[in-house]
């Protein structure tokens, strides 16, 4: 094999042990933002819906408009169910509410079962966050084991290769 040839495979094989490292980095930075993003998106969201309601709610018998935004919210936590038992809260929210506006009689009912209803969405977004947190730190705990396996391996080949490298080069190898 010409001494070109030679150093060019080398050259490769260390580029390529470079990639294969900066590759699993990325898709394991990738899998946690992923991760991150999914905590965010789905419980973030209800979070607020909820916490909007609740304030509304707390001062509707002063600011009857405020009616508008505990509707406006219950539609955005309809079109944003995310986790187990989410919707039945939900469900039950919006049954109150629309007896909010006819049963004048027991409107302090109704509202206390839409704050009882928005409290228990926030609680089982809150445990999901917690829960998708710890998958999301079990997913960091691997990838760092799992890098700092395959970086310590790549790093022993490539170490030997740098050692035997130019015997490879300076001596001939390989009669064709």
Do not use: C, W
């Amino acid at each position: 094999m010409r001494i070109k040839t030679k150093v060019t495979l080398g050259v490769a094989f260390l580029f390529g042990v470079t990639i294969a490292i900066g590759g699993l980095g990325l898709y394991y930075l990738k899998q946690l933002s992923d991760d991150a993003n999914n905590i965010l998106t789905n419980n973030y969201e209800s979070l607020e819906y909820t916490k909007m309601i609740l304030d509304a709610g707390e001062t509707l018998a002063e600011n009857p408009s405020l009616i508008r935004i505990i509707e406006e919210n219950i539609q955005k936590q309809e079109g944003n169910i995310t986790e187990e038992g989410e919707q039945e809260h939900t469900a039950r929210m919006r049954n109150a509410f629309e007896r909010l506006g006819t049963d004048t009689l027991g409107r302090y009912e109704q509202l206390r079962i839409i704050r009882k209803e928005a409290l228990a969405i926030q609680e089982l977004n809150m445990k999901a966050i917690d829960r998708k947190n710890e998958v999301t730190q079990k997913t960091a705990k691997k990838a760092s084991t799992f890098l700092i396996v395959i970086g310590s391996i790549f790093t022993l080949i490539a170490f030997t290769f740098i050692v035997n490298f130019p015997g490879y080069i300076a001596n001939p190898i390989i009669k064709l």
